[in-house]
């Protein structure tokens, strides 16, 4: 079992920016790949950024150049800087990690961009 905390999220202002934390916790062995997913309400849930344990990162198309995906792997734990935060990015963010066959999330974060 692998447990995930998220935290970081918030209101910002258009234009701001956050980063997020999760930590995971518990059998990390195996796992191949840590991420970012959100859900905006009525919508359903998408990828944001990815990052695997061969270092590479992917990003969807409406992040690039904004977002960043980053691991500290002696803390198990994955970030997500935000930098030029739109309204449309408001969402609950969510950690992912994958093993094979099965995949962990953690409760999510509420991000709003409102001025």
């Known amino acids: 079992q692998v447990q995930l905390v998220e935290s970081g999220g918030g209101l910002v202002q258009p234009g701001g920016s956050l980063r997020l934390a999760c930590a995971a916790s518990?059998?990390?062995?195996?796992?191949?790949?840590m991420g970012w997913f959100r859900q905006a309400p009525g919508k359903q849930r998408e990828f944001v950024a990815i990052?695997?344990?061969?270092?590479?990162?992917n990003y969807a198309n409406f992040v690039k150049g904004r977002f960043t995906i980053s691991r500290d792997n002696d803390k198990n734990t994955v970030y997500l800087q935000m930098n030029n935060l739109k309204p449309e990015d408001t969402a609950v963010y969510y950690c992912?990690?994958?093993?094979?066959?099965?995949?962990?999330w953690g409760q999510g974060t509420q991000v709003t961009v409102s001025s």
């Open positions: 518990g059998s990390m062995f195996s796992i191949r790949a």
């Open positions: 990052s695997t344990s061969d270092g590479i990162t």
């Open positions: 992912n990690a994958a093993r094979t066959g099965h995949n962990y």
